[in-house]
């Protein structure tokens, strides 16, 4: 059997340096907050930043060792970004582990050049565990006791605090 991954939590997501979990509705978005917004698009730098916990469990008798992970990160069901990142993580047999994921990907040409209207928005409910604002596609890459193997994508929301979404 293949190896299962979720998302376990989000430990920190930001947008140009401003912590976005935290925000809901327009009213979160007072004028400091919305200016840090406005200068990161206005430089066309506008980076989101998010970390994640990976739950990785292994339901095969024999240990495996994740060597990396592939991703693909979608924002309201469109592609931001895709990335691979190097981990070495050993995971017994019949047990779990947590694997940890940061990633960062300039939002500016995401959003479009003419999306200043659109930017509170944007930045609102990536913290709110009702919408299904990010998901991640993550393909582990791993090396078990006979050679090297690579899991198949998996296709899962973030999860925010204690409830997970799917």
């Known amino acids: ?4 991954f979720r998302v376990r939590t ?3 997501a930001s947008l140009n340096g401003l912590d976005v979990l935290p925000l809901r509705e327009p009213a979160d978005m007072d004028l400091p907050r919305r200016n840090q917004i406005i200068a990161g698009y206005v430089n066309k730098q506008l980076p989101l930043r998010v970390r994640v916990q990976l739950n990785a469990y292994n339901p095969n008798p024999a240990p495996a060792t994740i060597t990396g992970v592939v991703y693909t990160v979608m924002v309201d069901g469109r592609a931001l970004g895709a990335g691979r990142q190097l981990a070495a993580v050993n995971v017994p047999a019949g047990d779990s ?4 994921l940061t990633f960062e990907f300039n939002t500016y040409k995401f959003l479009g050049e003419d999306a200043m209207p659109a930017l509170r928005n944007f930045a609102l409910g990536f913290g709110d565990p009702r919408r299904q604002r990010v998901t ?4 582990p ?3 078990a006791p006979k050679g090297h193997l690579s899991a198949p994508m998996a296709h899962t929301a973030l999860a925010y605090g ?3 979404i799917r």
């Open 1 to 4: 059997r293949e190896p299962e």
């Open 10 to 12: 989000v430990e920190a």
């Open 97 to 100: 582990v947590r694997v940890p």
């Open 136 to 139: 991640l596609q993550v393909r």
């Open 141 to 143: 890459l791993l090396r």
């Open 162 to 164: 204690e409830a997970a």
